[in-house]
């Protein structure tokens, strides 16, 4: 029997899963600092986390994190070094799966994480973070987000972490050394990338959602896989382990 | 000689109106917190604010109107992923107007390192085909002169000041912190004076007894702080953990100008200073947030 589980507790098992065993795993805020945790204390045992204020740890965090800098991921770190450092190694191709999230997407995998709207009137988000520069550098990243119209659109605003920009071989072209985006999770779907043209594909949908209710929440004609599987929801192990992080449902939600 | 001053009149010597302050420059720990909020009591005014992430440490002074400029990668509330004070300064220009140059944190950190190493610009292959480039006339892009790959060069980025937070320093300012430490080493060898709050205040035998743990050294530190908790409601490792309940609250009372006002008037502008600041929080909650978890690093041994 399946526990219930909240949508964000799918989303961070799905997330996990990206993570294989072995990887090197440049681990962002929110979600992703759960995902990490899972995928380390289940499928991915000797995976490493790097973390942008310069903690690489090869084991989960001791208790629950509301940042990367919270005490239970420092003690018992492999390494405690500086920025520069992380994100040296993640340039020079060390860092083979990093997670980011953002306002906005396009079918590009490009995001918005700087200001949504016209000139005037604008809406100022915080910035980029770490993320244009985890986008422009892992190997291949994930993008974690809300599934909703206005964030799932044709062309983002503006490009601040860049994905496949405008498809095909963009980014060998602009000069970007990592791959690029290889997956995006959202409350309602997990997605993929044409290989060729670098398009956004629906891979997975998540339990009880239509291919239409997807299709509603996103600002262009989507492609989908044939046939379209069900995202497996988190098992009754991997649920207990994300309360273990998470045991208020800070991140993942109420629970019933 | 010591470089011991207290946190006002090191403020007042050390960070004038209109000066130029790396603060926040381990992420999520570490934040001068206390410096902040005594720039808030004493109205400072024009700041310029570098910093890669900061959390509520910017919000909190520009919502006291304390900055004219903020470069950074990040603005906002880290817990709750909003930046009240940072949008109604820079959509409407409440309480003041506001200037952003935007940056990521590995190029802020390239900036900062470039100052650091007095170089003019240092090379990156991050950002490139990145909007940020357009926003931000210090990013360039440029062909490698070796190899023709296209770089974007990080122009150097020298504050005035850079305010640390640490575990310990001696009176010299020879300092050791320990945990993550994100850009502060090149925040404070890029500034022309650095002002180190400390968690303790040592003998200079116990920095000596561990050189390799230290932040910077004592002759590039212009005045030291001592002032335990000066970092809350950040962490501080081995010290205290982080008090994110003050995090929600910042939340909830930053939605508006008013709201926002009034929740510096209590807790900052309302305070004498920073022993205020700790008893308002009382004993019972400082002792919450206490590590409890002792975990002694091995000794090493430096002898010869």
């Known amino acids: 029997m399946t526990l219930g589980h909240t949508p964000a507790e799918l989303m961070v098992a799905a997330a996990a899963r990206e993570i294989q065993d072995g990887e090197v795993v440049f681990v962002g805020m929110r979600l992703p600092l759960l995902a990490f945790c899972l995928a380390r204390s289940t499928h991915a045992p000797t995976a490493v986390g790097l973390f942008e204020n310069g903690v690489v740890r090869d084991s989960a965090a001791l208790a629950f994190l509301v940042t990367m800098s919270d005490g239970p991921n420092v003690t018992g770190a492999v390494w405690c070094t500086d920025m520069r450092e992380v994100m040296g190694l993640m340039q020079s191709g060390r860092v083979t799966l990093g997670f980011i999230g953002g306002a906005q997407v396009d079918r590009f995998g490009n995001l918005n994480t700087i200001s949504v709207g016209p000139r005037s009137g604008a809406v100022r988000l915080p910035g980029s973070g770490g993320a244009a520069d985890i986008a422009s550098l892992a190997r291949r990243h994930v993008v974690i987000m809300a599934h909703e119209r206005r964030r799932f659109v044709e062309r983002v605003d503006h490009v601040t972490s860049p994905g496949h920009g405008e498809g095909g071989d963009w980014r060998a072209r602009t000069g970007l050394p990592g791959g690029g985006p290889s997956a995006v999770i959202t409350t309602l779907g997990l997605f993929r990338f044409d290989a060729a043209t670098r398009e956004m594909v629906l891979a997975s949908v998540h339990p009880g959602v239509t291919v239409d209710e997807v299709q509603a929440q996103t600002g262009w004609s989507l492609r989908h896989a044939d046939p379209l599987i069900e995202t497996r929801p988190p098992s009754t192990d991997e649920l207990t382990m994300i309360r273990r992080f998470d045991p208020e449902g800070f991140w993942t939600g109420a629970r019933h | ?304």
């Open chain 2, 1 to 304: 000689m010591s470089k011991v001053l207290p946190l006002a009149e090191a403020l007042r010597r050390h960070v004038p109106d209109g000066a130029s302050v790396a603060l926040g420059t381990a992420l999520e720990c570490l934040i001068p917190f206390a410096a902040a909020h005594e720039l808030i009591r004493q109205g400072r005014r024009d700041l310029t604010l570098v910093g890669p992430i900061s959390d509520v440490c910017f919000e909190q002074l520009i919502a006291a109107g304390c900055v004219r400029r903020v470069v950074a990668a990040w603005v906002g509330n880290v817990q709750h992923g909003a930046a009240y004070a940072f949008r109604r300064a820079l959509e409407q220009g409440v309480p003041r107007s506001l200037e952003i140059e935007d940056h990521s944190n590995f190029s802020i950190a390239l900036a900062l390192e470039a100052a650091a190493q007095g170089v003019p610009y240092l090379p990156t292959r991050s950002l490139l085909g990145s909007d940020l480039l357009a926003r931000n006339p210090r990013l360039r892009v440029a062909p490698c002169p070796f190899t023709g790959i296209p770089l974007v060069l990080v122009s150097a980025l020298a504050p005035d000041v850079a305010i640390l937070h640490v575990q310990r320093a001696d009176a010299d300012g020879n300092c050791h912190a320990w945990g993550p430490t994100g850009v502060s080493a090149a925040a404070g060898k890029a500034s022309r004076a650095i002002v180190v709050l400390t968690e303790e205040l040592v003998a200079p035998e116990v920095i000596r007894s561990d050189p390799n743990r230290t932040l910077l050294p004592g002759f590039l530190v212009t005045a030291v702080v001592h002032i335990p908790g000066g970092a809350h409601p950040s962490p501080v490792q081995g010290h205290y953990n982080r008090d994110h309940a003050l995090y929600a609250d910042w939340h909830a009372h930053s939605a508006t100008a008013e709201d926002a006002v009034k929740w510096l008037d209590e807790w900052v502008r309302g305070l004498p200073d920073h022993s205020g600041y700790l008893a308002k929080l009382g004993r019972a909650r400082l002792d919450r947030l206490r590590s409890r978890a002792v975990q002694l690093a091995a000794p090493v041994d430096y002898g010869y």
